[in-house]
């Protein structure tokens, strides 16, 4: 499977626990992007790298949330001190520069009780 | 503030009859505009897509229109199919190639 790969699919913590999700790209691509969506609502960027480089995070992301891709493939979102709002599915897509068309996993969803 | 809209949350069609999904977008930056498919659990699947400098794209079934002037874009399906039934997410990106997408809309086709 040559598709962008999110784990774990799905993740129950406790408030207050911290968390990491991963994304491994598409291999060819060089663009990947962290989106957040809750019910109703669309896909809501977070944050995106161009290689390793992170290009812009957008300010739904509090202190709490950081992403790296420290090699350029794969990429980690750690959310630190979870809290009952940060409930959604967290998506993960790749895409080349140039291409604007990105490609999606399949997403993590996190609850916290 | 919600850059791309899409205003009607659900929309109902008759199986073999065409389906006309609607986005209205604000930002005048925008030059390249693209359609996802998502099914529940799954995450959005890419549709087509559509650049500025174009006013129609066309793949299979799929139809995308924008109008510029009026910063609005529409995918037509025809004809339309029970295995079209799912949330539809309209999107755009201008140049750093962040996509930014609407709140989606809902398709029901009916038999």
């Known amino acids: 499977d040559t598709g962008v790969s999110q784990n774990p699919r799905h993740k129950i913590t406790k408030r207050g626990q911290n968390v990491t999700f991963r994304c491994d790209p598409i291999?060819?691509?060089?663009?990947l992007y962290w989106y957040r969506q809750t019910l109703g609502q669309g896909p809501e960027f977070l944050t995106y790298f161009q290689n390793e480089a992170q290009l812009e995070k957008s300010r739904l992301l509090s202190d709490r949330f950081s992403a790296e891709r420290p090699k350029g493939s794969f990429s980690t979102l750690e959310i630190q001190r979870t809290e009952q709002g940060d409930s959604a599915m967290y998506l993960c897509?790749?895409?080349?520069?140039?291409?604007?068309?990105?490609?999606f996993g399949q997403g993590t969803r996190l609850t916290v009780v | 503030d919600q850059q791309v809209k899409q205003n009607s949350p659900s929309l109902s069609v008759q199986e073999g009859r065409i389906s006309i999904l609607n986005c209205d977008y604000t930002?005048?930056?925008?030059?390249?505009f693209l359609w996802y498919k998502k099914y529940p659990a799954e995450g959005p699947t890419f549709l087509i897509s559509?650049?500025?400098?174009?006013d129609k794209n066309e793949d299979g079934r799929f139809t995308v229109f924008l109008n510029k002037s009026a910063k609005h874009l529409s995918l037509h399906i025809v004809p339309s199919q029970p295995g079209d039934s799912a949330v539809y997410f309209c999107a755009a990106s201008g140049g750093d190639d962040k996509i930014i997408f609407g709140k989606g809309t809902r398709l029901h086709i009916l038999p």
């Open positions: 930002n005048s930056m925008f030059d390249y």
């Open positions: 897509a790749s895409s080349q520069k140039g291409i604007t068309e990105a490609f």
């Open positions: 559509i650049s500025s400098i174009k």
């Open positions: 291999s060819e691509h060089n663009r």
